[in-house]
């Protein structure tokens, strides 16, 4: 009767677990309310299935135009091709998206700290994160897919019978819904495998050379969007027309999976159908064996010791940062506890790696292909990618920089810089030195050494100074109304406003990555044109700091935007001349510090 009981309050405590670690998905202690992420959550199913419901309904014009042109046939092999740009986006979306859940992947140091006193089986906690997990997958699958499988099956079936439409629905459902179990299943089995070789200790280091790999991986596919997309529409012949190594991608071998249900006799299609379910279940395999030893691991290391301050070169990196990126004591504490954070939270080296990670998808190409036949068509002049490629590190630095500045490491590290009067726009400057440091300075030099072992000081000393002076100009903008200590603000997902930003981010990136690097590749033919670059983009900087600058005084003498209460818990300093007066250090008076300070 014990053993019976015991295994009833076991399944009662893994469903609590379950659900516990499925809400960690959606909620955060850092955000301003608990609803964001969940709401978040149900906006990323609807953008993630949006593309799924437009292709079929936009393409089925085409698919009766070739049945009537053509027939039956000719539109199966005309549909692969949707199919497979279909297939490839879930694996770009899934793949980002599980770059984004990576912290959640894993049982991490705290799950032991909370449950480790608890009368809780190691066994359960492991099984409800593996439960959480498949529920969350499932739940982003089943919603992703549902609309899209059940257009395309239609519409495509509807052109031959109910039996045909009715298998294509599900062939589909399942060969998309496989796609994004796989994709999810790899990374998670990736992740736990490093976790459980190497430890809690060095895996966040091992966890950031991976993430940066997945990024690159997974936009690596967009590149490849178009010879996948023909690969796939290849495959309604014998396959000897095709690339051979694109079959070796996974959105190729789901599509045969799901042709191969469907009903189609190619023994090309019905090879890849079983590399798919093959794939899939390795996948799921290496979990089963990984996942209990890193949970182990991760349990387990609540009794090892916090990681210590850094020793060694990467001390010396971080003092002389500290000191060249700020100026004043409180803006270079503010530099210091925000290059800890960006060392050390997961979620803001997973914004850096995911940021570095597009640039150079971008840049990497643009390296191995287009620079070297720029070079062998024109030696002497400054090649337009040569020129563009430190831009766009820049552009992708800097957006990730913003984005890791904004997000707070812990709320409860604010008293840190509330328990004493600083100036106003101490955060400000910190996270100015942060940008310029980290987002303007490493591309230059990269760019310095690139372009000076090619061209000459002419050539080198005027783009570098258009690109300080845009580097500059960028960074100005993502501070527009920053105010306060970097990494250390609530959050609210919300107020990025992304669905009307997107055009404005969009349009700078065309500025910024192509029509610049255009102008200087220009200008090396008429050196006056550089004048007019450094005019525009002086009067343009010199605008924008100082309307910057008026915003983040308005949202400085506004108040703390969560209702908090900072106090002063400093020794307040005695002068005959006037009372002592009680100080709020998060807001200033203007006679204290101007706006134009």
Request: hydrophobic share 55%.
């Amino acid at each position: 009767m014990s053993g019976v009981s015991g295994r009833v309050a076991e399944t009662v405590q893994l469903r609590a677990l379950c659900r516990a670690f499925l809400a960690r998905f959606f909620e955060s202690e850092n955000t301003a309310g608990r609803g964001d992420l969940r709401d978040s959550f149900f906006w990323i199913i609807a953008a993630l299935a949006t593309p799924g419901l437009l292709l079929p309904i936009y393409q089925q014009f085409h698919w009766n135009d070739v049945a009537n042109r053509f027939g039956l046939d000719a539109v199966a092999a005309y549909a692969l091709f949707d199919k497979t740009i279909y297939l490839t986006w879930t694996f770009v979306a899934i793949g980002f998206l599980s770059a984004v859940v990576w912290p959640a992947l894993l049982l991490e140091r705290r799950d032991g700290w909370i449950l480790g006193s608890l009368p809780v089986r190691a066994r359960s906690v492991i099984l409800g994160k593996l439960g959480a997990l498949a529920a969350y997958i499932g739940l982003i699958s089943a919603g992703m897919h549902a609309g899209s499988s059940l257009l395309f099956g239609s519409l495509l079936g509807s052109l031959v019978d109910w039996p045909a439409m009715l298998r294509g629905i599900l062939a589909h459902f399942v060969a998309s819904f496989g796609m994004s179990v796989f994709i999810f299943t790899a990374v998670t089995a990736l992740a736990s495998t490093a976790l459980a070789l190497v430890g809690p200790r060095h895996f966040p280091r091992v966890s950031t050379v991976l993430q940066l790999v997945l990024v690159g991986v997974v936009a690596s596919a967009l590149l490849l969007l178009p010879a996948l997309a023909a690969t796939g529409r290849g495959l309604a012949g014998d396959g000897t027309n095709i690339t051979r190594w694109m079959l070796s991608a996974p959105p190729i071998w789901f599509l045969a999976l799901g042709e191969t249900l469907s009903g189609t006799n190619n023994p090309v299609m019905n090879e890849l159908a079983w590399n798919a379910i093959a794939s899939l279940l390795v996948t799921i395999s290496i979990i089963g064996a990984t996942f209990p030893v890193a949970g182990f691991r991760a349990i387990r290391s609540v009794s090892d010791p916090l990681g210590a301050a850094p020793r060694g070169l990467t001390r010396v990196l971080s003092h002389l940062s500290t000191r060249v990126f700020s100026r004043t004591s409180p803006s270079q504490g503010a530099v210091q506890f925000a290059l800890a954070t960006l060392g050390r939270v997961n979620g803001h080296r997973l914004v850096m790696t995911m940021a570095v990670g597009l640039g150079l998808v971008v840049v990497v190409p643009a390296v191995l292909v287009w620079i070297p036949s720029d070079m062998a068509a024109h030696p002497t002049r400054p090649s337009l990618t040569l020129l563009a490629a430190p831009l766009v590190l820049t552009y992708f630095a800097q957006a990730g920089l913003r984005i890791a500045l904004a997000l707070p490491s812990t709320l409860s590290a604010r008293w840190l810089f509330s328990s004493a009067p600083t100036p106003m726009f101490y955060g400000r400057e910190a996270a100015r030195g942060l940008l310029l440091g980290l987002g303007v300075a490493p591309p230059m030099l990269a760019a310095a050494i690139a372009w000076s072992a090619m061209w000459g000081p002419a050539v080198v000393i005027p783009n570098l100074i258009v690109m300080a002076v845009a580097g500059w100009l960028l960074a100005e903008i993502h501070l527009w109304g920053f105010v306060g200590p970097p990494c250390a603000q609530p959050l609210a997902p919300g107020a990025a406003n992304l669905q009307a930003r997107w055009p404005a981010y969009f349009v700078g990136l065309l500025l910024f990555c192509v029509q610049l690097p255009y102008l200087e590749s220009r200008a090396a033919a008429s050196p006056r044109i550089f004048v007019w670059i450094l005019a525009i983009l002086g009067i343009a900087l010199a605008v924008v700091r100082h309307a910057g600058q008026q915003a983040a005084w308005v949202n400085a003498v506004t108040g703390d935007p969560q209702g908090l209460l900072m106090l002063d818990l400093s020794a307040p300093q005695r002068s005959a001349a006037r009372p002592p007066q009680t100080h709020y250090p998060h807001v200033v008076g203007p006679e204290e510090n101007p706006p134009n300070a």
